[in-house]
């Protein structure tokens, strides 16, 4: 999760901590991040869609590559003697 909000916009992660660690109020945010009370509640909204996306997708890229097997009948992987 810490790569994803390294990606986000720095006012939607900081509305997004202050909001999801610290369960700071909107009022609280807003005037951290110098926006109105509904941008506030924006930024936040934001912030969990990406995240929500990149689970979304992580997800999908592990359950692609699971099916998946080596190429070839692992003979070479034994040495003859």
């Known amino acids: 999760m ?4 390294e990606q986000v916009d720095v006012a939607e992660r900081a509305a ?3 909001r999801e660690t610290l369960t ?13 009370e509904a941008q506030a509640r924006l930024l936040v ?4 869609l990406h995240l929500a996306t990149a689970r979304v ?13 080596r190429g070839g ?6 040495e003859a003697a």
């Open 57 to 69: 997708a992580d997800r999908q890229g592990r359950e692609d590559t699971a099916g998946q097997t």
């Open 24 to 36: 700071s109020p909107y009022s609280e945010i807003a005037a951290v991040c110098g926006v109105e």
């Open 73 to 78: 009948d692992g003979a070479e992987d034994c």
């Open 16 to 18: 997004f901590v202050l």
């Open 45 to 48: 909204h934001r912030a969990r």
């Open 2 to 5: 810490l790569l994803v909000l």
